[in-house]
């Protein structure tokens, strides 16, 4: 219990002490969301109109403690951009809302293509005896590694849109209209997300299974006569995935995070692209949120993490 | 003598167009013929360049085909669905379909009637009596009335609550209903180039409220849904006061960040129409699309921040404007496509446009700009630091290939890219740089390109100062007549270029990317996407 309250408050003093860098950094950097806004057509009267609607024209301090107390009773303000009219401006909340399914979809998916495809080729990789084998997967996923992902987009549009035609370069279905279309056209930015941390994984796996093939209780298991693949799967993997877990749940807070670069590629309306464009456009509110949710995000995958080590290894005690 | 006899006719002819306003003699049940001007003595000319300017033959003509459904790339998400309080040229294009004035600009760069049949200017040029056309419908169904076209013009000049929110009609001073049919507007100014302001659009009696969430207007298009970087749909508006058109049933403007993302959807077909290719893209899918391109109707320029040393000694800017070589930039970057200019004015303005190339050239010439250097006192050259908004890709190049050769003429440049808001504080309004490359927009309008160069003008970033320009200009503004406002504009454009306020180069073309079945795509020497003309030909 104590160590639920711990956890709370870090959680809490984190995102209080990003949400104040944000703000400021947002002071910092040059350009306006008024002049976003107006463009070069603004007059000197419509600038003043504007900020004073939007709130702009009172100093930071006050800003950032009005904002902070808005979110503290749930309200995450209005965003700048979307729509000049005070009466209806979009709510933050709305905004993000709506382009969160797109992500926590490509994130579900490209993590089931990753545990899929790296658990099994990971222990296979650690018992491979043939050399040959074993070289080719080294290459592949050194190879995986070291492609940018944004090229690896690329690449699978051109390999499968184009070349292929299984699906249609930026023909993206909304979830609202069409829920397997959608998902079908989210495959393949799921499959360019998954390629790098597949490779990732299977290493991690290969290298964490060969530590543990080389220890003591691996030793007794053999001496008792259990055959080499109940040796790996029912000894061996349940110790060497304790790393991969962790690793897991780092691609996992990255991926909900926003894929950038892939959103950017696919021209999929997600979390990632919302941030870009929100930062170019001084979109404060939206991206103070945004920001706010992959800290909360990172923190509290991190935090199952932690649980999930509790469950697969008793050792270590919940204090 | 034949350039007065020329003048004469404008002059002639302008006369009988305030008389009669647009009503070219029809009536309004033939709308579909109106293709009323002003002045009509340039059109043929206009013409001429249209079809010049179109550099792929469009298919052969076929009957137009109803309905269908196509997708346009545009690279902009959308700042707002209030006509009256867009300022973005990227919503504007889109809006055009949507929304209509009194008047609407046509491909020829005229005006034609749209929701007014006719109008007519009092002879002071000081009121304005416009005529409604009969069943104009808005997309909801009800008819325009005269109030609405009050409340419209109201709300856009600020005469209803003090925001001006279309800054052209600042000078409005009252709207008037005199019948269910006639409005009429006074104007505290005289000025010819009032009349484009009534292209603002005309939206329902107190629905500004409501305006960015459920625009309702009479074009041929009515509003479905936008979405946050996403896109807008609209469909096809069946009460179309214009009989024919549209032919598509529904329009997806989809917004497509990225040229390489652009290029990827183009090769996958699944925009039909995506109109700011590069030259090189255009190259590359010139088998698979029709490739059209005319000019943009953007004047870009190395601009100079007059007031900054070395470039607030006018002979430091003129040896910039001897040594820029824009033949150089215009093959490098537009595939020599482009038109080069020496003037801030569009060549397509052609009752306003003022040759002034030879003043300066068109190639560099080294010698005399190190000749004016020296002279200024700047013997062993100057640096140059040229700002560019990053997001440019064709002023972004231009940039580059300046920088390259202007190092002939001890000019050593450093180019500084910045994000575009970056650009909008740090040059635009504080007008902290010293020079930059960037394109100007226009309305139509001559005056409209030139005021930012008054010197009080809130628009006038280069900081450009000079009283007998200003003298001329404001003559210019305020005259009457068409023959001496003529004359007036392109004196004041003379006095920019001999200063070297800035160094214009170019008029860079549009190039755009259709979907080989589908005709009828117009270019307007406006930034607009008209998509009521629009048909799948098989």
Not at chain 1, 83 to 89: L, T
Not at chain 1, 158 to 185: E, M, N, T
Not at chain 2, 259 to 283: N, R
Not at chain 2, 421 to 435: A, G, I, M
Request: overall charge negative; glycine content about 6%; aromatic content about 10%.
């Amino acid at each position: 219990m104590k160590y639920l309250a711990k956890k709370i408050m870090t959680l809490i003093m984190t995102l209080f002490l990003v949400s104040v860098l944000a703000f400021f950094a947002f002071q910092i950097i040059p350009g306006d969301a008024v002049l976003s806004i107006l463009g070069t057509e603004g007059t000197p009267e419509r600038e003043a109109a504007l900020r004073e609607e939007l709130g702009l024209n009172k100093p930071p301090i006050v800003r950032y403690f009005t904002w902070a107390g808005n979110v503290l009773k749930g309200d995450f303000g209005r965003s700048y951009r979307y729509s000049k009219n005070m009466n209806q401006m979009m709510p933050v909340a709305e905004l993000i809302g709506d382009k969160l399914p797109v992500t926590l979809t490509l994130a579900v998916l490209s993590m089931m293509i990753i545990i899929v495809v790296a658990i099994p080729l990971g222990v296979f990789w650690a018992r491979c005896k043939n050399r040959v084998l074993d070289v080719t997967i080294n290459m592949g996923t050194q190879t995986a590694m070291a492609i940018p992902s944004f090229f690896l987009g690329v690449l699978i549009t051109y390999l499968f849109g184009i070349a292929l035609k299984w699906f249609s370069p930026g023909k993206y279905v909304s979830y609202q209209k069409d829920f397997w279309g959608f998902v079908r056209y989210l495959l393949f930015p799921a499959i360019s997300v998954a390629i790098p941390k597949i490779a990732m994984t299977a290493r991690f796996l290969r290298n964490s299974m060969l530590t543990e093939m080389h220890s003591d209780y691996v030793r007794t298991a053999y001496s008792k006569g259990a055959s080499e693949r109940r040796v790996a799967y029912g000894h061996a993997l349940r110790n060497a995935m304790m790393p991969v877990v962790t690793f897991l749940g780092m691609i996992i807070a990255e991926i909900v995070a926003g894929s950038i670069v892939v959103e950017q590629v696919f021209s999929l309306p997600g979390i990632g692209k919302l941030l870009i464009s929100s930062i170019s456009t001084r979109d404060f509110p939206v991206v103070e949120i945004l920001i706010l949710y992959i800290t909360f995000v990172v923190i509290f995958v991190y935090f199952l993490v932690d649980i999930l080590y509790r469950v697969i290894d008793p050792r270590i005690s919940t204090k | 003598m034949k350039k007065r006899v020329y003048g004469f006719l404008l002059t002639a002819l302008l006369g009988v167009a305030a008389l009669s306003g647009c009503t070219g003699g029809k009536t309004s049940g033939d709308e579909h013929s109106t293709e009323p001007t002003i002045i009509e003595s340039s059109e043929s000319v206009s013409e001429q360049e249209t079809s010049q300017a179109q550099e792929t033959p469009e298919p052969e003509k076929q009957d137009p085909r109803y309905g269908g459904k196509i997708v346009v790339g545009v690279q902009q998400d959308i700042d707002s669905l209030d006509p009256h309080k867009a300022t973005a040229a990227g919503t504007k294009e889109i809006l055009f379909n949507i929304f209509e004035g009194l008047l609407k600009t046509n491909e020829n760069g005229k005006l034609s009637c749209a929701v007014a049949s006719k109008y007519s200017l009092s002879e002071d040029g000081l009121v304005y009596t416009f005529t409604l056309r009969d069943n104009v419908k808005f997309h909801d169904g009800s008819n325009v009335t005269a109030e609405d076209v009050k409340y419209s013009l109201e709300r856009a000049s600020g005469l209803l609550d003090g925001t001006t929110l279309v800054s052209s009609l600042k000078t409005l001073t009252s709207v008037e209903i005199v019948d269910e049919k006639t409005v009429k507007v006074t104007t505290s100014s005289a000025n010819l180039e009032l009349d484009y302001a009534f292209t603002t659009a005309i939206i329902p009696k107190g629905s500004g409220e409501k305006a960015d969430s459920t625009p309702i207007g009479t074009g041929p298009f009515s509003f479905v849904s936008y979405k946050p970087q996403e896109g807008l749909v609209m469909a096809k508006n069946k009460d179309y006061w214009q009989e024919g058109i549209p032919f598509l049933d529904e329009v997806d403007f989809k917004i497509i960040t990225g040229a390489d993302t652009a290029l990827m959807e183009l090769k996958g077909h699944s925009i039909d129409v995506y109109p700011y290719l590069t030259d090189s893209q255009a190259e590359e899918l010139k088998d698979d699309y029709q490739i059209l391109s005319a000019p943009s109707a953007v004047v870009q320029a190395l601009f100079f921040n007059n007031k900054v040393a070395p470039l607030n000694n006018k002979k430091v800017r003129q040896a910039i404007c001897y040594a820029l070589d824009k033949d150089l930039v215009n093959d490098f970057v537009t595939g020599g496509k482009s038109s080069i200019i020496s003037s801030a004015m569009l060549p397509g303005l052609r009752d306003y446009y003022e040759d002034l190339n030879m003043i300066h050239g068109t190639g560099a010439n080294i010698p005399k700009a190190l000749e004016l250097l020296t002279e200024a006192g700047y013997p062993d050259g100057i640096e140059l630091t040229i700002t560019v908004p990053s997001n440019y890709e064709a002023h972004v190049q231009t940039a580059e290939v300046i920088a390259e050769q202007l190092k002939d003429a001890g000019i050593v440049c450093k180019i500084d890219l910045v994000e575009w808001e970056t650009w909008l504080s740090d040059v635009y309004n504080d007008r902290k740089y010293q020079s930059t490359v960037c394109g100007i927009t226009c309305d139509m309008t001559p005056g409209h390109l030139l005021t930012r160069f008054q010197s009080d003008s809130k628009k006038n970033f280069v900081n450009y100062s000079n009283s007998e320009f200003d003298k001329v200009f404001q003559k210019a503004e305020a005259c009457l007549d068409m023959a001496d406002k003529s004359e007036l504009y392109r004196n004041a454009q003379r006095i920019l270029c001999e200063d070297a306020a800035s160094a214009f180069i170019e008029e860079p073309p549009i190039t755009i990317a259709m979907n080989k079945q589908l005709t009828g795509y117009k270019f307007y020497p406006v930034y607009v996407q008209d998509m009521s003309t629009v048909y799948f030909n098989r």
